[in-house]
């Protein structure tokens, strides 16, 4: 069964960082493009980042370029997120994907709640 | 605002029909076959029901089916059941600078 279970969420301040996590098991980690996608308050989805099987290939929503970075380490099964810089219209639960043909997400995590607030 | 237009809420009654719409462009879903839609129950995982516009994944009821015409695609769900109500999203493979673009969701509510 696969299972992908976010952390590293919570309260910050304006201008402040946090990492994300996300564990996945129940398929062969290092084969798949990996995705985060968010949800803001009363909004709709919105892809965020993803990144290929080696970590040698990386894109960003405009919104986050320069602020957030996306990394993996394939022996342990994780995906991250680092977001600097964070500003309120961050402030969303952050859901990791498990990504196909650049196109789809046949996996998600329940997703963390990172809000962004002083 | 988001990139795909879809109506806020749709309801229907159990056994019956509904289909929602999601409105995009030629640079999205009027350009490409890469339309998904996805399930949402709040506070749970969302769930892939639908890929490239018509095929569903292994599992998915065939109650759920999906169609293109032009820039909109639709979703249909047949013999609507309590179970269906959830927020309902698509997204499709854009041409632009933000590589896969999302409706902005639309509630259903099982009378």
């Known amino acids: 069964e696969v299972q992908i279970v976010e952390s590293g969420g919570g309260l910050v301040q304006p201008g402040g960082s946090l990492r994300l996590s996300c564990v996945a098991s129940?398929?062969?980690?290092?084969?798949?493009?990996m995705s985060w996608v968010r949800q803001a308050p009363g909004k709709g989805l919105e892809w965020v980042a993803n990144?290929?099987?080696?970590?040698?290939?990386?894109y960003y929503v405009d919104s986050v370029k320069g602020r957030f970075t996306i990394s993996r380490d394939n022996a342990k099964n994780s995906l991250y997120l680092q977001m600097d810089s964070l500003r309120v219209e961050d402030t969303a639960v952050y859901h990791c994907?498990?990504?196909?043909?650049?196109?789809?997400?046949?996996?998600w995590g329940q997703g963390v709640l990172v809000t962004v607030s002083s | 605002q988001s990139a795909l237009t879809q109506p806020a809420s749709v309801s229907g009654s159990p056994g019956q029909s509904i289909t929602i719409s999601c409105t995009g462009s030629?640079?999205?879903?009027?350009?490409?076959?890469?339309v998904s839609w996805y399930q949402h129950h709040p506070g749970k995982v969302p769930k892939l029901m639908i890929y490239d516009v018509t095929n569903r994944p292994s599992g998915i009821s065939n109650r759920f089916s999906g169609s293109k015409s032009g820039n909109t695609a639709s979703l249909t769900i047949s013999g609507l059941q309590a179970e269906d109500e959830a927020d309902y999203y698509c997204s499709s493979y854009s041409s632009g600078s933000t590589l896969v673009v999302f409706g902005g969701g639309t509630k259903l509510t099982v009378l």
């Open positions: 129940g398929f062969t980690f290092r084969s798949h493009w």
């Open positions: 994907a498990r990504e196909l043909d650049g196109r789809i997400y046949d996996y």
């Open positions: 030629l640079s999205d879903v009027g350009g490409y076959r890469f």
């Open positions: 990144i290929n099987q080696d970590d040698s290939e990386k």
